[in-house]
């Protein structure tokens, strides 16, 4: 069962493994990022970055869909987590039914990004697709840990 879809540029690091894991009380996580799961040395290393009674993969957008797919199919607690709401965006449109829910944390400032909230930053593009998404039903909510301030996307988004 997945507990949880998050986006973070991060994605697996010390808040990570410390607070996100152990508040949904996740036992599986799902990388999705293209870069990561073909590169083997930073492979390695995110699927090693996960205490010892936690399982983790790294999978291209292609690769993900069928394992989150079964991840919402099955009873083992699951955190997908990917960079970027488009990829969210995707899976919402490949698999049914997919928990309409998305956490978005960590997203760095950069070209052509557009402050979202203090910690998160969005291509017009993104933006798009988070409007998209949250007109189609998803809950989209902004907030970096458990226990820090939560900023609902239905709360700002006339801002976008």
């Given at each position: ?7 973070d540029?991060?994605?697996i ?6 607070q996100?894991?152990?508040?949904h ?8 990022d293209?870069?990561?799961?073909t ?20 999978l ?6 069928e394992?989150?797919?079964a ?9 997908v ?7 969210m ?8 039914p ?9 997203i ?6 557009i402050?979202v ?11 798009a ?12 909510w ?6 820090s301030?939560?900023t609902e996307?239905?709360?700002?988004k006339?801002?976008?």
């Open positions: 069962m997945i507990k949880l879809i998050r986006n540029d991060r994605l690091h010390g808040q990570c493994v410390t996100i894991v152990k508040v009380a996740i036992e599986h996580i799902i990388v999705i293209d870069f990561t799961a590169n083997p040395f930073l492979k390695r290393i995110f699927e090693k970055a996960v205490p010892s009674h936690i399982t983790a993969e790294a291209t957008t292609d690769q993900a869909v394992a989150v797919r991840a919402a199919g099955n009873t083992i607690s699951t955190l987590l990917m960079k970027t709401p488009l990829v965006q995707r899976l919402l449109q490949e698999i049914d997919l928990p309409k829910d998305l956490n978005i944390a960590s760095a400032a950069g070209q052509n990004r402050a909230t203090k910690y998160a930053y969005l291509t017009p593009q993104e933006i697709a988070v409007k998209q998404m949250g007109e189609d039903g998803v809950h989209i902004f907030q970096l840990i458990p226990t301030p939560c996307w239905d709360s700002i006339m801002n976008y």
